[in-house]
């Protein structure tokens, strides 16, 4: 039997279609169809905030903005799908189905960017709706400036409650950490009192601890210890809390570690404290890194929890700025300062996690 003439590979009787990308394309038009009129929309609902006279311009402009961002690969899309027929029609399966996938490649292109742009037209005409009344709570630019040195100096209360809490936490952690996973019978109460403090502290609020901690000990009257700062009482209660995730970090890290790494330091003479000093715990602690810098992340940001015992952190600067000017721009910059530290954190914390998982795949290979 002959074969259909092609210049690539050629089909053979029962090979099957590429799949169609009718669906996909029709639905990357009615998607970007319905972003480009809601933008044209909201475009023509905030024309006097935009300084225009009349809707017809800022109308025009935003629908024309959204179908030139959205056409563009959708068009390319269908000119692939159309280039993948007829491929397909002349016998050429390998062609026909590489540009079918890019079709498609390119409608869900065309989707995402539609999704994207209805997500930045919601935003837009929520802060345009009522004449900006939104824009003016939450983002006045003069207020803005005016909190933003104040409310940095404070900010720099929150960051050191983070790294002393966080230095504590990690210390306290390893400690709780090894006394969970020491073996015998003869150290069952140690490991106890390990579980429950983490059981405890875990399950407990960390603003309810810091209230508890900053007014509690002043009112026992304690020699010394009542005598303290707040700012001390704060980093204790932050890294009493704290201290119980890491635990559970620091074990999930130790027990990753494979067994025969210590029996193998046994095996060279090490004692059992030193096979876990200098073999497990280096390994587990690496291992366990960016769990602990996640971690980390959330300890800062429950620094602004500080504020409830009269701490003037950067959020109780900002909440002075609210209650003067009867507006909450200011709070919004202690939003852009918890974020201006802690989103390169994040990024840090999921970039080691793909070059672990990119390891684990070389070596499983």
Known sequence: MSLPVSNGTPRSPGATPP????????????????????????????????????IVVPATLALAIVLMVVL???????ANASASHIKWRGGDVVA????????????????????????????FFFLTVTDGAIRDTFLRGELIRTSAIETAKAFGINVALAIGAETLAL??????????????????????????????????PSVVVIYLICFGLPLAEIPVISEASPIIYAVIALSMTHAAYNAE?????????????YSAALSLGMTPARAMLHVILPQGVLRVFPPLLSGFVALQKD?????????????????????????????????????????????????MLARRAARARVSSQ
């Open 19 to 54: 799949p169609t990308t009718g669906r996909l394309i029709g639905t990357a038009i009615v998607i970007g169809g319905l972003v480009a009129v809601c933008a044209a929309l909201a475009a023509g609902n905030a024309a006097p905030q935009l300084g225009s006279s009349g």
């Open 72 to 78: 563009v690969p959708l068009a390319r899309s269908i």
């Open 96 to 123: 026909a189905r590489a540009l079918a996938q890019k079709s498609r490649d390119l409608s869900a292109t065309a989707i995402g960017l539609s999704v994207f742009l209805a997500v930045a037209v919601t935003v």
């Open 171 to 204: 210390a306290i952690g390893l400690l709780l950490a090894l006394g969970r996973l020491l073996p015998g019978k003869g150290m069952g109460s140690v490991r106890l009192l390990a579980i429950s403090y983490i059981d405890l502290f875990r399950g407990l």
């Open 249 to 261: 970090i620091f074990r999930a890290g130790i027990e990753s570690v494979h067994p025969s790494q």
């Open 303 to 351: 620094t602004a929890l500080v504020n409830i015992v009269g701490i003037v952190d950067a959020f109780a600067q900002a909440k002075i700025y609210a209650a003067n000017y009867y507006n909450l721009s200011a709070v919004t910059t202690v939003c852009i300062l918890f974020v201006i530290i802690t989103i390169p954190q994040t990024r840090l914390v999921d970039y």
